[in-house]
DNA sequence: CTGTAGGCAATTAGCCGACAA
DNA sequence: TTGTCGGCTAATTGCCTACAG
């Protein structure tokens, strides 16, 4: 068996070469999101440096940057790694000037969607048990994988067999063995594999991912184990850069400084970096930041199973919005988010979330756990009685909400708004309980949370424990007697009322404010301020 | 059991191919209203361009953009997403020249009840269970979908089985199982089921109907729980626009564009997009419009379920009329009606709403009132203790009403007209109790309110706050002693009585000021100004 | 020794009635 | 009436050993 491959062969300029989108989307993994060409994107040079691995990067060299540049795509080029097969991609932004921004489109991208359907349907991942990567042994195709993606296999040969040839991310072409055998019958790979494994240096654990192509032909990708969740000590750099993702330090710094300058600049993104993106399109910002974030809010937010077989959906409740690094990032809203999960032993390490990769939670209507309306025959009743009886049907809160076209772009007061829907909430929960999350043939495997910031690492809560303020807000035990009111914070920055002001509550910390929705008392006519600053912070977003 | 579906075969055209407007009215839902083709309607580019997600949309560059354009409806294609199955419409409209505005037709909108009408009977939504949506689970089908909407079972057989037939829409075909077993015995959806769950990535909350096409056809489509406020996971932007819902910032300006120079454009509309629709039938916009709003009237309004399994009826009282955003919009009646909801906890995100969705409330004796609604109790006292109680009968204002051609437009002056109704009314409210609104056996589900408008947006209030003015119009506690009196406003207009003038009781802020209808002594001869700029503003309304 | 074969059994998928809400 | 649970059966496939080249 010859050995097809071998990257050292490969010319170089062909690390340059652009592979198959749909192969790419395939092996990059459902969660991956390139926007399209053309489109308007945010830069976030924060999360940029997080990707790169690379947290010390020290930005002060450069004069005040931005944690959020608005960009236009004007290039995307879909590679793969020459020795590890791993695909990344090389993005080119262009940043644009504040009269630039308001030109917004979102074209291409539900093309680009389109695409990665088509791949989803088109494509299997199997994660390499131990047989399937021993040395010697074969691989067990499952059924699904054979009977949807491979070449059709005659079933009335006996034993039914045939060879089948595929085409790697650099485009060599591997030939297998197919059959079908055994009792009972399981479709295998066999002469070949072996070949592929040693070839790859696949270890079981890593995945390969079998792509059918729109003309026909059989492709074949892998994602490499990651032994991911955990800091970041673990990864031993097979993807060649400074870290094991893709821009150096100096790639980092020198993008920043490029965008800060207005010059076009590229950036690296390793789709599997676990790492969350930190190129986003705009539209999605701007619409999470639309979004009233406060303590107590339900939210879901999706993950990508550890063998990337599917993606489910994690429950949590947000417990302060406050900016992430007030000092390096003042005004950043890039894990503006810190979250409590429904199921922490499976998120451990996500503490801190972008506002736009969650989704707001609706309340799955219970009818029985209303305070006064027990049973279902009672609520008939009620209904009749009253149209509007509080067992009634919470309004979804936040999600579907039309933009007001001035409505403040993160304005974080507290308001009874988001409460009512935590009430609600917690009488029961659309829930993705584990059993929903039941993958294919693997043992649950673990997540692969894009967040894995160290647990150390989210500044010191104030005295306003995140406890004590979710415990009020979401009713769940008396209203706490803390005596200092709680206080309001946007983007870092305190937000006190009159009162709070004039006793000079201060707990010296700007950033370890924590924002609490229910303030004994307050309404919108005491925070006068809060509008100006939303205004101020909304126009940034908008033009900076 | 053969994969039946996979819509990686099918060609890309089909995007565009329209479905059948039954199943397609049935996935929208019970609120949705396509206005018939060749139907006069306004379009309210301020209301796509919240629709679309966008709220930044800059309309400064394109030269005065009316924000209400008479349109014709030139066609409709009713559509469904190629990925999410969703459903859209595309609307094309034609402007209309002013003389071809008051050849106001109706036509055909019965004819879109009788539609809408048809489906509800012939279609049944069910929003999945956990257990409906677990990996290897079945779909238990409740009784009254399996008896009116499924094939004829034969009970005979033991158990009773069939296989059902359904197409989705795309015109996929899915075969399932209906079984009847069990102890009690029961309808459920058993082999094919958890391939279609897989297959469109159903999860617990999302809603699924069924349909039984006037051929005889079973169909299948279904509502994403999604409260998307942005694109995060897995199905993020699928919809093709910026945002989840229709049009990219680009469709909409264009749109407005277009409309303004008096040429054809196209709209996309999302009808589960939580955001009030921005083509409304010319006669309802008109109709509403005639309506002397005032604060203090009292109205019902329909919200859907969040599981669209019903539609629900909320009471609440016109806190001030004011539009809702003067700079951008000025004279825009597009939410100009701020409102306070009976139950505002419920409805907490719905500030301000569209007139022309609302209905003013009759009152009619209802003896079967609660006798544990406190809050109705209360408003009930509080109105009957003040002879002009708000909540009294107006004429049903949006649906059938007369057009007079020359009745004001829009003035909102409070005079006693509205007012010498209301004494008679004031025994009880006509409520449309939810015994009436019952559909088929579904649990309450959470409502889906058009609008979500950010607390924080209204504009800094003046002194006299809508609470201090609420509580004077409504006597829920003393009246009060505010030194000030209270302020009209016309379009964000300050309307100031004489006195008032002379005092100079100026806030500084023409938008933020509200309108009261109850000040003392105030009458139609006190605002002679009244008159004239709501002349104007018919006009442009009707000419426009 | 390498690699392919069948067989066994662990695991998962998924159908069922019971039961309770 | 119907959502969920545990039990059961069927289907899938990981891994073992045999044995052929």
Redesign the pocket.
């Known amino acids: ?1 010859i050995n097809v491959m071998h990257s050292m062969d490969r010319p170089l300029n062909q690390l340059e070469k652009s592979l198959d989108p749909q192969l790419w989307h395939a092996c990059a993994g459902g969660m991956a999101q390139i926007p399209p060409l053309n489109s308007q994107v945010y830069y976030f040079p924060q999360g940029h440096a997080e990707h790169s691995n690379n947290s010390n990067i020290n930005f002060n060299k450069l004069p005040q940057i931005s944690p959020i540049i608005p960009c236009k795509v004007s290039s995307i080029k879909y590679l793969a790694d020459s020795e590890t097969d791993e695909v990344y991609a090389k993005i080119r932004l262009v940043p644009l000037r504040p009269n630039e921004c308001d030109s917004d489109d979102e074209n291409g991208f539900s093309g680009l969607d389109k695409t990665g359907d088509k791949e989803k349907s088109n494509s299997f991942a199997k994660t390499l ?4 990567a021993n ?4 691989f ?1 195709v ?3 994988c054979a009977e949807t993606i491979f070449p059709r296999l005659d079933y009335s040969a006996d ?1 039914p067999v045939q060879t089948i040839l595929v085409r790697d991310v650099h485009g060599e072409v591997w030939k297998f ?1 197919h ?1 079908y ?6 479709h ?1 790979l ?2 070949g ?2 070949n592929f494994v040693n070839s790859k240096k696949l270890v079981a654990g890593d995945s390969i991912v079998f792509l059918r192509a729109e003309n026909g032909d059989l492709c074949i990708g892998l994602r490499r184990a990651k032994l991911g969740i955990g800091p970041s000590g673990y990864f031993s750099g097979l993807s060649g850069g400074s870290g094991k993702n893709g821009d150096c330090f100096e790639s980092v710094v020198e993008a920043a400084s490029l965008a800060v300058s207005g010059q076009a600049f590229e950036a690296v993104y390793y789709p599997r970096a676990s790492a969350p993106e930190f190129v986003v399109r705009a539209s999605a910002v701007r619409a999470a930041m639309r979004v009233r974030w406060c303590s107590g809010i339900r939210f879901k937010m999706a993950f990508e199973t550890e063998d990337s077989s599917r993606i489910s959906w994690f429950m949590g409740t947000i417990s302060s919005v406050q900016v992430d690094d007030p000092i390096r990032w003042p005004n950043s809203p890039w894990r503006i988010l810190e979250v409590l999960w429904d199921e922490p032993d499976l998120l451990q390490n996500v503490k801190r979330v972008n506002p736009w990769l969650v989704e707001l939670v609706s309340n799955i209507p219970t009818i ?1 756990l209303s305070p006064f309306a027990p049973p279902r025959k009672r609520q008939r009743q009620q209904y009749s009685d009253f149209p509007v009886g509080p067992q009634l049907p919470m309004p979804t809160l936040i999600s579907n909400n039309p933009l007001s076209p001035s409505s403040p772009l993160c304005c974080f007061p507290s308001d009874n708004t988001v409460f009512s829907g935590v009430q609600g909430a917690r009488h029961a929960e659309l829930v993705l309980s584990s ?1 929903n999350l ?6 649950t495997g673990l997540l692969r949370p894009f967040d894995f910031k160290p647990l150390g690492y989210a500044g010191p809560l104030p005295q306003i424990g995140i406890s004590n303020l979710f415990e009020s807000c979401s009713n769940l035990k008396k209203v706490n007697n803390e005596s200092k009111a709680p206080v309001f914070v946007l983007f870092g920055q305190p937000i006190l009322t009159e009162k709070q002001i004039s006793e000079s509550c201060s707990d010296g910390s700007g950033s370890a404010v924590i924002q609490n929705c229910f303030p004994e008392g307050s309404s919108d006519e005491e925070f006068p301020r809060c509008g100006d600053r939303c205004k101020g912070l909304e126009n940034e977003l908008r033009t900076v």
């Not at 048990?129 to 399937?132: I, K």
């Not at 040395?135 to 074969?138: K, L």
């Not at 039941?438 to 043992?443: C, G, I, M, S």
Request: glycine share 12%; proline share 11%; hydrophobic share 15%.
């Open positions: 068996m048990t131990q047989s399937d040395n010697g042994g074969g067990s499952p059924r699904y034993p063995r059959i055998r055994g009792t009972p019958r399981r295998l066999t002469t594999w072996s029985h059993s039941r993958f294919n043939n693997l043992p």
